[in-house]
T-cell receptor, first 113, second 114 residues
Framework: DTEVTQTPKHLVMGMTNKKSLKCEQH?????MYWYKQKAKKPPELMFV???????INESVPSRFSPECPNSSLLNLHLHALQPEDSALYLC????????????FGPGTRLTVT | KQEVTQIPAALSVPEGENLVLNCSFT??????LQWFRQDPGKGLTSLLL?????REQTSGRLNASLDKSSGRSTLYIAASQPGDSATYLC?????????????FGEGTQLTVNP
């Protein structure tokens, strides 16, 4: 299994809603990542988890809250988002945090109304 | 600060043509470089990973080269097909210990016309 899965594929939420994005991999990777990608721009790193511990937070607003309950699962909890947070949210994983090839999921298209 | 540039930003070619996509980076102290493909609204698919000690990597019709000293990489696509139409991104990984931060280029949008 060489796949990173993400659910849901699409999400529309209001600014007062609370929702969560889910990412899963079963490749035995111990590093997992959240990226945000706006249209026609490259992905921007948000968070990195290594061995289920938060390793990097790229100064992301607190309305985004990551969680790594186990080595295969990564969540991104969303609360009180703004319309400018609408984007494609990508999850990735790698064998270890340092230097290894990253494998990306298909993304969740988020629209904040 | 590492900067990655991809030229051209967009490229349109007829089917069957061989083509080269370019990627340049400002800091040659990289650990490796990764080429990705992205279809519209989809995730990134890893195409090739070149370690800093390597000169090139091949996969099928794709060949990626790396000249670390001059800060350049190329992705060569042989006998292009309409299914190759996508955005191609290169990303470099720094040589320091915080090596998980990929620096991406802006991408080259490729269209292969039947």
């Amino acid at each position: 299994d060489t796949e990173v899965t993400q659910t849901p594929k699409h999400l529309v939420m209001g600014m007062t809603n609370k929702k969560s994005l889910k990412c899963e991999q079963h490749m035995g990777h111990r590093a997992m990542y959240w990226y945000k990608q706006k249209a026609k721009k490259p992905p921007e790193l948000m968070f990195v988890y290594s061995y289920e511990k938060l390793s990097i937070n790229e100064s992301v607003p607190s309305r985004f809250s990551p969680e790594c309950p186990n080595s295969s699962l990564l969540n991104l909890h969303l609360h009180a988002l703004q319309p400018e947070d609408s984007a494609l949210y990508l999850c990735a994983s790698s064998f270890r945090e340092i230097r290894h090839e990253q494998y990306f999921g298909p993304g969740t298209r988020l629209t904040v109304t | 600060k590492q900067e990655v540039t991809q030229i051209p930003a967009a490229l349109s070619v007829p089917e069957g043509e061989n083509l080269v996509l370019n990627c340049s980076f400002t800091d040659s102290a990289i650990y490796n470089l990764q080429w990705f493909r992205q279809d519209p609204g989809k995730g990134l698919t890893s195409l090739l990973l070149i370690q800093s000690s390597q000169r090139e990597q091949t996969s099928g019709r794709l060949n990626a080269s790396l000249d670390k000293s001059s800060g350049r990489s190329t992705l060569y696509i042989a006998a292009s097909q309409p299914g190759d139409s996508a955005t191609y991104l290169c990303a470099v990984r720094p040589g320091e210990t915080s090596g998980s931060r990929l620096t991406f280029g802006e991408g080259t949008q490729l269209t292969v016309n039947p």
